[in-house]
């Protein structure tokens, strides 16, 4: 029983390149699948992800089912991924080239339809985005873009933003001035020195 769950029955560089090329093969897929596919997970997502996780599995593992030919898998699928996450945090050709770029759905309150499109992006979805962020609507927005990795970013118009902690703390401030102010034009105006 021991020997059959501790025995490797492939090679361990066997193993360790079939991870890495299906590793490979999976990050092209989602890259020539674009950003919209890390947008948001709907349920037709999450179908795809576990299927794929089914059929790359006996490309991963082969004929092993070996615990420690598991445990080789697993190691080698996350050092690969740390790898790759590190070296595109140090080289931005590589993460351009990886990840690609960010592209613009909104522009000065209006949709780029086009981009949304090319997205497969709903206009529902960036509305939705846009209640998130307080906005009443896609004209509330100056630029929203989606990121490489699939996040949304929606920067709201100047006067759509709330106030900074800066900005409230100096209208506190000319606020206790003008009560101040107020409080000795009162005094005055008792004693009869004022107005």
């Known amino acids: 029983m021991w020997h059959d769950m501790l025995a490797l029955q492939i090679p361990i560089v066997e193993k ?32 795809v992800i576990f299927l794929l996780s089914n059929v790359v599995q006996n490309a991963v593992i082969g004929p092993d089912n070996s615990v420690l030919g598991g445990a080789i898998g697993a190691v080698t699928l996350v050092a690969v991924n740390a790898a790759v996450t590190r070296w595109l ?9 990886l990840e690609g770029t ?13 981009a949304l ?7 529902s979805e960036i509305e939705h985005a846009v209640r998130l962020q307080n906005g009443e609507g896609v004209s509330d927005i100056a630029e929203g873009r989606l990121e490489p990795d699939g996040q949304l970013v929606l920067v709201l118009k100047t006067a759509q933003q709330g106030a900074t902690r800066g900005e409230i703390e100096a209208l506190q401030a000319r606020l206790a001035s003008i009560e101040d102010l107020l409080t000795v034009l009162a005094g005055r105006r008792r004693d009869g020195t004022g107005l």
């Open 16 to 47: 360790i390149i079939r991870t890495v090329a299906v590793y490979a093969m999976i990050v092209i897929l989602f890259r020539l699948s674009g950003k919209r596919g890390l947008a948001g997970v709907n349920t037709f997502d999450v179908v």
């Open 117 to 123: 499109r090319r997205l497969a992006l709903r206009p």
């Open 89 to 97: 945090a140090r080289d931005p050709r590589a993460a351009r080239l």
């Open 102 to 114: 960010a592209t613009v759905v909104v522009a000065k309150g209006k949709l780029k339809h086009r």
